[in-house]
Nanobody, 117 residues
Framework: QVQLVESGGGLVQAGGSLRLSCAASTTSFIISTMGWYRQSPGKPRELVATITRGGITTYADSVKGRFAISRDNAKNTMYLQMNSLKPEDTGVYYC???????????WGQGTQVTVSS
């Protein structure tokens, strides 16, 4: 079993910054790829960014150059630094973790990010 604890969401003005964290706790799994997804009102959940255990990252086109994903493997913790936030970044941000073995996917409870114009 993997427990995920997210933190760092909140209300910020457009142009501001926020940093999200996702801490994964487990005694029997290895944490593989980690990622952030978001769900905006009236829209399906979408990928924001992912990072492999080796540090390879991918980003949605809408956040490239503004968001930075990182992780600390020793702490099983992932971060999302969000800069130059826009109102369209508003949504619930979910932590997503792949754990092995066997391959199992876990989701965090979500943290609200609201960007005011």
């Amino acid at each position: 079993q993997v427990q995920l604890v997210e933190s760092g969401g909140g209300l910020v003005q457009a142009g501001g910054s926020l940093r999200l964290s996702c801490a994964a706790s487990t005694t029997s799994f290895i944490i593989s790829t980690m990622g952030w997804y978001r769900q905006s009102p009236g829209k399906p959940r979408e990928l924001v960014a992912t990072i492999t255990r080796g540090g390879i990252t991918t980003y949605a086109d809408s956040v490239k150059g503004r968001f930075a994903i990182s992780r600390d493997n020793a702490k099983n913790t992932m971060y999302l630094q969000m800069n130059s936030l826009k109102p369209e970044d508003t949504g619930v941000y979910y932590c997503n973790v792949h754990a092995v073995p066997p391959m199992t996917v876990y989701w965090g409870q979500g943290t609200q990010v609201t960007v005011s114009s």
